[in-house]
């Protein structure tokens, strides 16, 4: 039986990931601190220790389990709080990485599966859809800390001959997303329109991002580590959709009455994103099997179940 671990497992794609090992078989431990993670998201057949991944005890906990394939899930997840604390996010993003890969180096873990962010490696790209080979030039300090632990596992693969991949994920939305964080529009605006209250639409609202529904999130990171891909690889849908679209959408699916509110744009906003998924439809033979307004409807019925 294959070992797996997962940082970040009480978390909202963490959490689907270990429900999707567990169903196929793996034997998963978790290590989630739960600043943001919830105990309910945790999977029972999962061990779980509740740690930061910047404790010095972590390398303990690998060497005691074991885990043949390492995913990293965990993370401080706000662009914006990461322009308004770079410290904070790079203590996270960066130093607790680089001790969980100290950690695996010691214990001489085979793999290595990291949380990038295609929504914010590239930047303002000037390439839409934007392939994995475009530059990154990330505009924010979470942009730039995933960009260093992707050169990071590149240079401990060469030395070390740890295996990696870094999955470059549009802006994954649906079940069990934190409607509390900065971060995920859908689920922000979802929960205040179920509540009646009214969301703030950043700028004009034309600004477009690749929204990804979880499932089809999960089928392609658990294809790509079955099949023992290496390196980069975008995960998205290929289409652009603008948080005003969003907007109109929830809208009309909460029953809402509220009027469309408008405020500054963050420091850390571009135009247009939108990722390349050829790699990974080629890769995996996978492509995502959700619509938009099909994802959104999951998405709407799950947090009226919830509230």
């Known amino acids: 039986m294959k070992k797996c671990l997962v940082t970040g497992g009480a978390g909202f794609i963490g959490s689907h990931l270990v429900d999707r090992l567990i169903k196929e078989g793996y034997q998963v431990a978790?290590?989630?601190?739960?600043?943001?993670?919830?105990?309910?998201?945790l999977n029972k057949k999962a061990k779980f220790y509740k740690i930061d991944i910047r404790s010095p005890k972590i390398s303990q906990i690998i060497k005691k389990e074991k885990p043949?394939?390492?995913?990293?899930?965990?993370?401080?997840?706000?662009?914006?709080?990461?322009?308004?604390?770079?410290?904070?996010?790079?203590?996270?993003?960066?130093l607790g990485s680089l001790n969980l890969l100290e950690?695996?180096?010691?214990?001489?873990?085979?793999?290595?599966?990291?949380?990038?962010?295609?929504?914010?490696?590239y930047g303002d790209a000037s390439q839409i859809p934007t392939p994995e080979t475009y530059p990154p030039n990330p505009i924010s300090p979470y942009g730039v800390a995933k960009l260093t632990i992707e050169r990071y596992l590149y240079s401990y693969h060469k030395l070390f001959g740890i295996s990696y991949l870094a999955l470059r994920y549009g802006n994954v939305y649906g079940p069990r997303q934190n409607p509390k964080s900065e971060a995920g529009v859908v689920a922000i605006f979802t929960t205040k329109m179920l509540k009646g209250e009214t969301p703030i639409i950043h700028g004009d609202g034309k600004q477009t991002k690749d929204y990804i529904f979880i499932e089809d999130a999960i089928e392609a990171t658990y294809l790509s580590i079955k099949k023992n891909l290496e390196g980069a690889l975008n995960i998205g849908t290929q289409k652009?959709?603008?948080?005003?679209?969003?907007?109109?959408?929830?809208?009309?699916?909460t029953n809402s009455n509220v009027k469309a509110k408008?405020?500054?744009?963050?420091?850390?906003?571009?135009?247009?994103?939108?990722?390349l998924i050829e790699k990974a439809k080629k890769m995996l033979s996978w492509e995502p099997k959700h619509t938009f307004d099909v994802g959104l409807k999951k998405t709407v019925k799950w947090f009226k179940n919830q509230l």
């Open 103 to 121: 950690a695996c180096k010691k214990a001489k873990v085979l793999k290595f599966v990291f949380a990038s962010s295609g929504g914010e490696i």
């Open 240 to 253: 652009e959709t603008s948080v005003i679209e969003i907007f109109y959408k929830l809208k009309k699916l």
């Open 30 to 41: 978790v290590i989630d601190n739960l600043s943001t993670g919830k105990k309910e998201n």
């Open 68 to 94: 043949q394939i390492v995913c990293h899930f965990a993370a401080q997840i706000n662009a914006r709080h990461s322009v308004d604390d770079p410290i904070f996010d790079a203590k996270i993003n960066i």
């Open 262 to 275: 408008y405020g500054p744009l963050p420091l850390c906003s571009f135009k247009r994103g939108c990722l």
